[in-house]
């Protein structure tokens, strides 16, 4: 079927072949290079933040200017990259060939999805950019939860933006139904459920939060761009209606959407640790059913957002009870790969310092999201930096790592070349260092009271000395971030150009994605795959 | 409803055309079970949409009984039967074309999903007047809207505000569901399916039914409130 040396990658020339191609495998690619340019927009936000806080009573940026930023910082990096970014790159590109298919099942469907997914973000750069263009426009300060009533209030362009997350939410629903059906119908034979790789099960978790919640947030989205534009009243409290219904529509959406995005990076996480390890994943089936335990809880744990927001002290105490219950599968999984790594030989190449710091920054993320979930202690943790921390500690420490993680242990599948060992470390560790200046220092800021979202802060005297260092501390563990992350991508793009072809298996997996060559042929395997071989069976 | 335990019937092959499986399936079974599964997976998407609704309908109401008495006298319950009836009666025909497609009777399967254009038409017809009568009264959508001279409550309009938005997207959905129609339609006309190639038929099939079910639930729910 093809000649030696093409593959996905050459077969077809030109930027058309790219643009209306169905492989998944380009698709994923491009997805990629989307998030990608996704999280720099972020993060260019994100430093907005910090520089704006790094002292006191800064002015480096206006006030108005300092709500756009880090409303359009929590849009860009939920909605365009950290939602695609696992799933979406990384899964596209290696679902079907784990499964051993030459393609996802709706092809066609996929290639729409990336398409949504552009029209969507056009629609979001548009809502953030043409306020400073057009005469009476003002820019959005609503933040990423578009909260009622002051989302119907404010002059910026809520309506673009929420039908921006409406169009990227058809996109996230495309993916998630492509690959349920994929996993269902077309895995190669003999591959029974509980011989899949874990990083399917977790997309196959993923995929049914994105399919089951998302249709919610675009009702949601959707009645929130009419009581805009025809005010129908449901939201709006001086029209009679209720904007906690609004709360309870965003969170039952969004308390699962912090899952899909976390869930795939568990998925990686299990992939690497076997993998380098040398070991067979501890406990298989507790981690395959705990992804499934993780998506079906979820969806009853919402109402710990609402805490303060007029719910019954009994609800508070059903969602506080669930929302623990929720933390019982995602320490199950943290308790399996740590004992994976006992007794295992254990080889810290890059993704696996990457999986280590997952493992230490997803553990202090989760065991903080319990201090959250607990009501006497979220009173007084409620909107501090507290939960900036937490939030970003298993984002960032969680989803994002892993995302690293994962990228380069697919780099050399995906492109055919090994990157630099020793400044893939590097960057491994400075990102590790970092990150906790940046989000460690937050945890005292919040404890301390420290609301999030001000502009400037002075602090009572007792406090003071600790907000102005500890924001100073997390503003320098940023930019260190920051370089962290530039050092990292140059890395891998040096090795486009000068890195050694990569063999097939370099790390010694037993997933069926290594069994093809580097990079795969267009329809990823030269003959029909055999699933000759449990995953994990070392 | 599948092919595969339909009985054995020779296929005039003049009549259709050539077909081959998509490349990345095994058979042609596959494919078909992709297909329906995909299907089924987005139609639920289709419904927690609609559930968002569902729910602000059950808040609002269980609030505001009185607002609901109110609203729903503006409501004509025998316009809204007359589209029940329309909706099931394309429902059946869209049964009806399938059948036909998978017994290779290509002029039964155009006819049969013109006829559900034609219903899903009517249905359109009868819902303009429906609005068209609604804003004659004043009865926009919106509280600032809102300009019905009888009005006895303060915010009767969210009854309405509802009942445009629910209907408002089911009308969407109609309008959906028949361009897809117009599509197999089409597709029927080339002679592209016959009884080992039928999807898309089924699949149209399948949405339009749950446009249809939706609607079963909007006729009780906002017409017949008393
Ligand atoms: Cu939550």
Redesign the interface.
Known sequence: MSEAGTNYINHEKGIMSWLTTVDHKRIGLMYLWSAVAALAAGGFFALMIRFQLMSPENDLISKQTYNQAFTLHGVIMVFLFIIPSIPAALGNFVLPIQVG???????R?NLASYYIYVVGSIMALAAIALPYFIEGWKPLDAGWTFYAPYSKQTAGPVILMTMAAFVLGFSS?FTG??F??TI???RVKGMGWYKMPLMLWALYATSILQ??????I???L??LA?ER??????FDPA????PV?FQH?FWFYSHPAVYIMILPGMGVISELISTFCKKVIFGYNAIANSSIAIAVISFFVWGHHMFLSQQTTFSSMVFSFLTFGVAIPSAIKIFNWVATLYRGSIDLKTPMCYALSFLFLFTIGGLTGLYLGTLSTDIILHDTYFVVAHFHYVMFGGTVIAFFGGLHFWWPKMYGVMYNEFWGRLACGIIFIGFNMTFFSQFFLGSTGMPRRYHSYAGDAHVAETWKSMSGLSTMGAVILGCGIAIMFINLLISLKTGKKAPRNPWGATTLEWETQSPPVH?NFEEEPKFTREPYSY | MSSHNTAKIEVDKSQFAERNV????VDAD?EF??CK??MW??L???I??????F??YV??RTW?PETWEAGAEHLDWKMGAVNTGILIASSVTMALAIRQAQLNDKKGTVMLLLATVLLASGFLVVKYFEYTHKFHLGIF?????YMFPGKHL??E??YF??Y??MTG?HVLHVLFGMAGIIWVTLRAAKGEFYSAYYTPVEMVGLYWHLVDLIWIFLFPLLYLTK
């Not at chain 1, 534009?229 to 449901?234: C, H, K, R, S």
């Not at chain 2, 998509?22 to 399936?25: A, C, D, L, N, V």
């Not at chain 2, 927690?48 to 609704?53: A, E, M, S």
């Open positions: 298919a030459k393609d996802v099942a709706f092809p469907m629903i139904l492509n349920i059906v269902h119908k077309l399919v089951l919640a998302t249709p919610v675009g009702i949601t959707l009645l009419m534009v025809l005010d129908i009243g449901i029209k009679g209606g209720d219904l529509f329809e | 998509s490349h990345h399936f596959q079970d992709s599964m995909g997976l987005f639920l998407t289709e927690l949409l609609f559930g968002g609704l729910v602000a808040v609002f505001h959508p919106g509280g600032d809207n303060s915010n309009f969210i505000s509802i445009y938005m997207l």
